[in-house]
């Protein structure tokens, strides 16, 4: 299996900060988003913005990066990459175990999750606990019915599918070797961030008659270059421009139900926000949806001409407002 240095697709160092870090993401995600793409490109952009998103699903996680950087030692060895034998998917999340036994047979590989074939053998699906029911206890009868093991992974959820739902076809297959499944899960619409979707009688077979365990995937949404996501809200930077913000203006806002426009008023300050009712993520069935909260930035010109530092020049020679007396 070829190693995914996710530093790289970042384009940042290994000792980078979370700040330098989320610059990055969102910088790379602003360019390859699929929304911007041209239609030629459209299908590349989208696998491109999902390697930039699970890298900084990785390199944004604290417990994720430790995990990866940990195996650090291999990265070595060429592209070639196999994690340590009997690690389980050592890279799982806090708080997540593998099997009973912590062993290979324990873990599971999956395809269609929204992340590559790298992460999911890092990180990727295990034998859920509480041995052969979640919760509970196994048999000791050898030959009584005994209940599949839960299986659980996580499952990468983009905005588009939060607000109308979505079916996703996934393959399913032990590390230990086994039977390879192919199964359909269903996104509801509305899901948010960390939620579990059970798909009921999807874990590993039952024994001796008993009835199989369940797949639980536990949600991870899909990091958006503009939107920042709070449950079924959602958070914009409108960035402003210095005359905009002191004289006023309507500015054009793209919403997930479409442009709308919002009327900044004179004397707007940075961090002003403008709530945008029911343009949020929708709250699951019920029709209603969360709202968007757009947060005023000031936006400073990056290069200034001569001209423009004159006209500067003598606002601030007339001006009598001093900001630090304000």
Same mark, same amino acid.
């Given at each position: 299996m070829k190693f995914r240095d996710y530093y790289e697709v970042l384009g940042v160092p290994r000792g980078a900060g979370k700040d330098e870090i989320r610059k990055a993401f969102r910088k790379l995600a602003r360019t390859h988003h699929p929304?911007?793409?041209?239609?030629?490109?459209?299908?590349?952009?989208?696998?491109?913005?999902?390697?930039?998103?699970e890298a900084y699903e990785v390199l944004g996680d604290e417990e994720k990066r430790k995990k990866y950087d940990a195996f650090g030692q291999n990265w070595k060895h060429g592209d070639g990459f196999t994690p340590p034998p009997g690690s389980g998917g050592g890279g799982f999340p806090q708080g997540w175990?593998?099997?009973?036994?912590?062993?290979?047979?324990?873990?599971?590989?999956?395809?269609?999750?929204?992340?590559?074939?790298?992460?999911?053998?890092?990180?990727?699906?295990?034998?859920?606990?509480?041995?052969?029911?979640?919760?509970?206890?196994?048999?000791?009868g050898g030959s009584r019915p005994r209940r599949g093991r839960d299986i659980e992974s996580e499952i990468l959820v983009t905005?588009?599918?939060?607000?109308?739902?979505?079916?996703?076809?996934?393959? @399913?297959?032990?590390?230990?070797?086994?039977?390879?499944?192919?199964?359909?899960?269903? @996104?509801? /619409?509305?899901?948010?961030?960390?939620?579990? @979707?059970?798909?009921?009688?999807?874990?590993?077979?039952?024994?001796?008659?008993?009835?199989?365990?369940?797949?639980?995937l536990h949600v991870r949404l899909e990091r958006h270059p503009d939107y920042r996501v709070v449950e079924h809200d959602l958070y914009l930077d409108l960035r402003l421009a210095p005359w905009e913000a002191v004289l006023g203006a309507t500015i054009a806002?793209?919403?997930?139900?479409?442009?709308?426009?919002?009327?900044?008023?004179?004397?707007?300050?940075?961090?002003?926000?403008?709530?945008?009712?029911?343009?949020?993520?929708? /709250?699951?069935k019920s029709g209603d949806s969360g709202h968007l909260f757009a947060v005023a930035r000031i936006a400073m010109p990056p290069d200034v001409t001569d001209e423009e530092k004159r006209h500067w020049q003598a606002l601030a020679d007339i001006s009598k407002f001093n900001p630090r007396q304000s």
């Open positions: 929304d911007v793409a041209g239609e030629a490109d459209k299908a590349k952009a989208e696998e491109r913005f999902k390697e930039i998103n175990q593998t099997g009973a036994s912590g062993d290979m047979e324990d873990a599971y590989h999956f395809e269609g999750t929204g992340f590559s074939d790298f992460f999911e053998n890092v990180f990727g699906g295990r034998a859920g606990r509480g041995g052969f029911a979640r919760g509970g206890a196994a048999s000791s905005l588009d599918e939060v607000m109308s739902g979505a079916e996703r076809t996934l393959a @399913i297959q032990p590390q230990g070797g086994g039977e390879r499944r192919t199964v359909t899960i269903r @996104i509801p /619409k509305g899901v948010t961030e960390g939620q579990m @979707i059970r798909a009921a009688g999807l874990g590993q077979p039952g024994t001796a008659g008993g009835e199989a365990g369940d797949l639980f806002v793209r919403t997930p139900h479409g442009e709308t426009r919002i009327r900044v008023p004179a004397g707007t300050e940075a961090g002003t926000e403008f709530r945008l009712s029911g343009k949020g993520l929708p /709250k699951g």
